[in-house]
């Protein structure tokens, strides 16, 4: 079993940034990969990136390419959101999410362990 849990969430200002930051403890997680989703109020969970524990390799989705970085320190058992250029649209719950299988994957199916999510929100 692996329990996730969340930090970082807040209010920021339109421009502005803020880093979440994902701690796993439990099983051993350096292998499979860890991503982020986010919710909006009325709207389903939805994929925003993920990075491979062992290689590094990310994925994006189109909608933070360029402003959002996933990023992971094996040693921490730790996985970073750095978030720039933050939009009031990128007001959410964030979820952390980690998988035992080392593909990257966008479906929130295929994710087997979820933190408790953090609030995000954007406005002036």
């Known amino acids: 079993q692996v329990t996730l849990l969340e930090s970082g969430g807040g209010l920021v200002q339109p421009g502005g940034s803020l880093r979440l930051s994902c701690v796993a403890s439990?099983?051993?997680?350096?292998?499979?990969?860890a991503g982020w989703f986010r919710q909006a109020p009325g709207k389903e969970r939805e994929f925003v990136t993920a990075i491979k524990w062992d290689t590094g390799v990310t994925y994006d989705a189109d909608s933070v390419k360029g402003r959002f970085t996933i990023s992971r320190d094996n040693a921490k058992n730790t996985v970073y959101l750095q978030m720039n250029s933050l939009k009031p649209e990128d007001t959410a719950v964030y979820y952390c999410?980690?998988?035992?299988?080392?593909?990257?994957?966008?479906?929130?199916?295929?994710?087997?362990?979820w933190g408790q999510g953090t609030q995000v929100t954007v406005s002036s």
């Open positions: 439990g099983r051993t997680v350096n292998s499979g990969v």
């Open positions: 999410a980690a998988k035992r299988r080392s593909v990257l994957t966008t479906s929130r199916s295929t994710y087997d362990y």
